[in-house]
């Protein structure tokens, strides 16, 4: 589910829209995306329909989007916290976008329920919040999802 090459720490920005574009970026680098402005703004979207963020610093951007090529989890551990209109109205470190083609049915959703599932284990929220090597982290997350 989560790919070593789609593990990113030290993601810059200071806003939601910011922290978006560099992951889809980065998708759209490893040939996941096929249009980058289109992919952001299914994103932003579906963020303003209601905020993604879950809570003890984490939340789960996604959109689904004819531009994208194959579903995907990117992980991506911010650099400085952002304002994410999270639950529990704290700042957002660390991310898990998914993002899916327009033909798929519930591969998004069937991903985010995984993730929504092990989120509320506090020892997961604390892994994924401090393990800084990409391979460690894309195990762990594989097998916590598997």
Same mark, same amino acid.
């Given at each position: 589910?989560?790919e070593?090459?789609f593990?990113?720490?030290?993601?810059?920005g200071?806003?939601?829209?910011?922290?978006?574009? $560099? %992951?889809?970026?980065?998708?759209? &680098? #490893?040939?996941?995306?096929?249009?980058?402005?289109?992919?952001?703004?299914a /994103?932003? @979207?579906?963020?303003? *329909?209601?905020?993604?963020?879950?809570? =003890?610093?984490?939340?789960?951007?996604?959109?689904?989007?004819?531009? /994208?090529?194959?579903?995907? %989890?990117? $992980?991506? &551990?911010?650099?400085?916290?952002?304002d994410?209109?999270a639950?529990?109205?704290?700042?957002?470190?660390?991310?898990f976008?998914?993002?899916?083609? *327009?033909?798929? +049915?519930?591969? +998004?959703? @069937?991903? #985010?329920? @995984? #993730?929504?599932? &092990? #989120?509320m =284990?506090?020892?997961f929220?604390?892994?994924?919040?401090?393990?800084?090597? /990409?391979?460690?982290?894309?195990? $762990?997350?594989q097998? *916590?999802?598997?």
């Open positions: 589910m989560l070593k090459q593990v990113f720490f030290d993601v810059p200071a806003t939601q829209a910011e922290a978006v574009r $560099y %992951l889809v970026e980065q998708a759209a &680098r #490893l040939q996941r995306v096929r249009d980058v402005d289109t992919v952001v703004a /994103v932003l @979207q579906r963020e303003a *329909e209601g905020t993604t963020g879950f809570g =003890h610093g984490i939340a789960i951007p996604h959109g689904k989007s004819a531009a /994208v090529t194959e579903p995907t %989890l990117i $992980y991506g &551990r911010m650099v400085q916290p952002v994410w209109q639950m529990d109205g704290q700042p957002v470190s660390v991310l976008m998914i993002l899916v083609p *327009e033909a798929s +049915h519930n591969e +998004h959703l @069937q991903m #985010l329920a @995984q #993730l929504a599932r &092990r #989120l =284990h506090a020892d929220v604390e892994k994924v919040s401090t393990i800084s090597d /990409v391979e460690q982290l894309s195990e $762990y997350v097998a *916590e999802l598997a």
